[in-house]
């Protein structure tokens, strides 16, 4: 079975700094899927970026960028010029390919953004 | 557009109710996800339903019977809950599955108490 750790439960950042939120996770699939969610206190989860395991390339979008390493299994998020509005919770998740799509979640991280 | 929408957004129900949460989505996708959420926790995988058939149900009590009258909407109908299950449930839908297709957008959620 696949497994998500993300290893820091609470992390700050100060407004316009960069962050970055740690993910590993296990499995012996080859084919897969990573993703990163963010929950605001207003509680919907929305994606922030996606990463297919074939690609080499990392996924950025806007201020959010990931560092995919296949090989150590890690998948770590970066957030540059923090806002206030990130402050969220944010979750790693894995996909296996041809699983039904079913997401499996890490703990989560929650990050506060200080003014 | 990327709307789920789930109603209600509060339920308080008896043990011995019978009670439903709606979920819907207008944007042809045709895999429908429930979650089950606690506080402070990650979503857990209840059910997925893939062109309007079951195709995963995770060992979830009978006390949870889920329904998926159209591609656009999926009901989740309660009853005889208990305490435990009081928590926040998630919607969510997909294109379908697989590359390309497989990113779950989430609704708000139906923050439900079980007395």
Sequence with gaps: ?115 | DTEVTQTPKHLVMGMTNKKSLKCEQHMGHRAMYWYKQKAKKPPELMFVYSYEKLSINESVPSRFSPECPNSSLLNLHLHALQPEDSALYLCASSQGQGARKNIQYFGAGTRLSVL
């Excluded at chain 1, 080499?56 to 509005?85: H, M, P, W, Y």
Aim: aromatic residues 12%.
């Design chain 1, 1 to 115: 079975a696949q497994t998500v750790t993300q290893s820091q439960p609470e992390m700050s950042v100060q407004e316009a700094e960069t962050v970055t939120l740690s993910c590993t996770y296990d499995t012996s699939e080859n084919n897969y899927y990573l993703f990163w969610y963010k929950q605001p206190p207003s509680r919907q989860m929305i994606l922030v970026i996606r990463q297919e395991a074939y690609k080499q390339q990392n996924a950025t979008e806007n201020r959010f960028s990931v560092n995919f390493q296949k090989a150590a299994k890690s998948f770590s998020l970066k957030i540059s010029d923090s806002q206030l509005g990130d402050t969220a919770m944010y979750f790693c998740a894995f996909m296996k390919h041809e699983s039904g799509n079913k997401l499996v979640f890490g703990a989560g991280t929650i990050l506060r953004v200080k003014s």
